[in-house]
């Protein structure tokens, strides 16, 4: 097969311009990514802004740093007013634009705006799942199903590359024929370097309030119900039961917090669970865990549990937690959600006895990815012009 044409990459061409379509940028796994996304590629190859599309219309924390690294930012009307989103983002095309690339990371709702990108003359419409969504979507009823009947009509209409960060990811969003498709599996990527450097370690624990010689148990993500914390929180519980102290750092927020604070405090670990909120050393934070714990009920590629193994943490997981086979080591351990907290607390005790043990490698490096993503954006746009 003939190679796509490459455009002129020469100082004198102007550069690619890409608009990603995200989520608010609270810290998260997907904004996380997308800040290093943009550190990464220079702005005279690709020129990528971002436009939060949410039900919370606001920019949310990463927002000065995603300005300061030259991307313009854009918060959409919020998404239950699809009619105002519409005019909003056609006119954001006419006026920011001309854009070559849009790229979506909003799951159903990219499929309005890349059949109004494709209907704006965008020549490159991109969606990326990242979300295993399929059992709520089967459960679906009523305004619910015609919602995402719609949406996966528009997507139909609008798209022209699929991509997915797991085959679950990609059925979700793209039906069980995704290889028919031509959707592909992408690898996203982590700052191997600063998770594997974290800087000084040595007050940290103290600030933290953590016992020395205690084991610590740690959870990165934001707070909502597809995270699971209640049922870690039952686990936790289970382990200081049956073997002996410990504490649980649990960073990120979310519309859960007010849940996760009473299970706390109704299961009396108000001493032992330390709730530190969204933070932005979550490196070093890896560093004083002994342990990762990840129960979610679905997830796409959580690069959080990346980062915990490119720290060297032992990590127990859930089996709805994607995993392939670069992340499958001697310290991951996968137990079903039906097993009950007794179990998860064993495999915790498991875990902390291991000791941390750092990969030589790991494929999940942002430097490369991000090269590979924009040779993808500059030759998809070879393909149109």
Known sequence: MTPPPTPDRSPSSRPLRVLHLAGTLDRGGIETWLVNLLAQLPRGEVAMDVMVVSPDARPGEYADRVRGLGATLLVAPATGNPLAFAAFFVRALRSHGPYDVVHSHIHHFGGLALLLARLSGVPVRVATSHLDSRRADMAATGG?????????????????????????????????????????????????????????????????????????????????????????????????????????????????????????????????????????????????????????HFEGLSLALVEAQAAGLPRVISAGVYHDARMQDAGLQVLPLTAPPAVWADALAQAASRGREVPDHLEFDIVQEARKLGDFYLAAAGETA
């Open 144 to 296: 619910r199903y015609a919602y995402l009947s719609a949406m996966r009509a528009a997507l139909g209409a609008g798209i022209t590359h699929r991509h997915a960060v797991s085959p679950e990811a990609a059925a979700a969003l793209y039906g069980p024929d995704w290889q028919a498709l031509g959707a592909q599996v992408v690898t996203l990527g982590v700052d191997l370097q600063a998770v594997r450097h974290p800087g000084d370690l040595t007050d940290l624990r103290t600030e933290l309030g953590l016992t020395p010689g205690v084991p610590v148990f740690g959870h990165v993500g934001q707070f909502r119900p597809q995270k699971n914390h209640l049922f870690l929180l039952e686990a936790f519980a289970a382990y200081l039961e049956r073997h002996g102290p410990a504490h649980l750092l649990l960073v990120g927020d979310g519309p859960e917090r007010a849940a996760i604070e009473e299970r706390v405090a109704a299961l009396g670990l108000a001493g032992r669970v330390r709730l530190l909120g969204s933070r932005p050393d979550v490196a070093r934070l890896l560093w004083i865990m002994d342990a990762f714990v990840f129960p979610s």
